[in-house]
T-cell receptor, first 110, second 117 residues
Framework: KQEVTQIPAALSVPEGENLVLNCSFT??????LQWFRQDPGKGLTSLLL?????REQTSGRLNASLDKSSGRSTLYIAASQPGDSATYLC?????????FGQGTELSVKP | GAVVSQHPSWVICKSGTSVKIECRSL??????MFWYRQFPKQSLMLMAT?????????EQGVEKDKFLINHASLTLSTLTVTSAHPEDSSFYIC?????????????FGEGSRLTVL
């Protein structure tokens, strides 16, 4: 059974710092890995999708990598801004289902 | 990117009533839609997978008679919480899989917050 874990659960950084969010999964048969952002009381916004045959994806200040052999994915945020404050969720697709991690609550202080 | 719209955004109802939540894909056809619920400070939990024109597949522990799902068209899926009770109060989110591109990317609605008094 696929389980997805995110570390840390919460992170507070000063503006401008580079940071890394971690996601690990138990089943290497994962198909796609997707990172989302969720603002309080809101739905999810898709940030990056790493398909099975890919190792990383980049969009602006965000870079996500996927290492299926070690069961890990990381989301790198460069030059963080207060507007980046949100909960970040990773989700792995396997067996037709999307399994979410618990999320990392990020706070970027001005 | 593709847009998924949920309605209503929030609803308050009395215990025992039924509530319907709509999930629409606005600019693409979605052969598959998913329904999730999220309790405060917790992650999303998949409730059911909805395929257009067929019965939904429910996750273990989710009562199919309690949470009725209908996916009658390629752009609309509905979740009806029947005889709602306070413990059904939650944030319900739908997502849609874009059928044509087969990228596997899911697009999410903004969510519907249900409060049962």
């Amino acid at each position: 059974k696929q389980e997805v874990t995110q570390i840390p659960a919460a992170l507070s950084v000063p503006e401008g710092e580079n940071l890394v969010l971690n996601c690990s999964f138990t089943d290497s048969a994962i198909y796609n890995l997707q990172w989302f952002r969720q603002d309080p009381g809101k739905g999810l916004t898709s940030l990056l999708l790493i398909q099975s045959s890919q190792r990383e994806q980049t969009s602006g200040r965000l870079n996500a990598s996927l290492d299926k052999s070690s069961g890990r994915s990381t989301l790198y945020i460069a030059a963080s801004q207060p507007g980046d404050s949100a909960t970040y969720l990773c989700a792995g697709e396997g067996g037709g289902k999307l399994i979410f991690g618990q999320g990392t609550e990020l706070s970027v202080k001005p | 990117g593709a847009v998924v719209s949920q309605h209503p955004s929030w609803v308050i109802c009395k215990s025992g009533t039924s509530v319907k939540i709509e999930c629409r894909s606005l600019d693409f056809q979605a052969t598959t839609m998913f329904w999730y619920r999220q309790f405060p400070k917790q992650s999303l939990m998949l409730m059911a997978t909805s395929n257009e024109g067929s019965k939904a597949t429910y996750e273990q522990g989710v009562e199919k008679d309690k949470f009725l799902i209908n996916h009658a068209s390629l752009t609309l899926s509905t979740l009806t919480v029947t005889s709602a009770h306070p413990e059904d109060s939650s944030f319900y989110i739908c997502s849609a899989l874009e059928g044509h591109t087969n990228t596997g990317e899911l697009f999410f609605g903004e969510g519907s917050r249900l409060t049962v008094l």
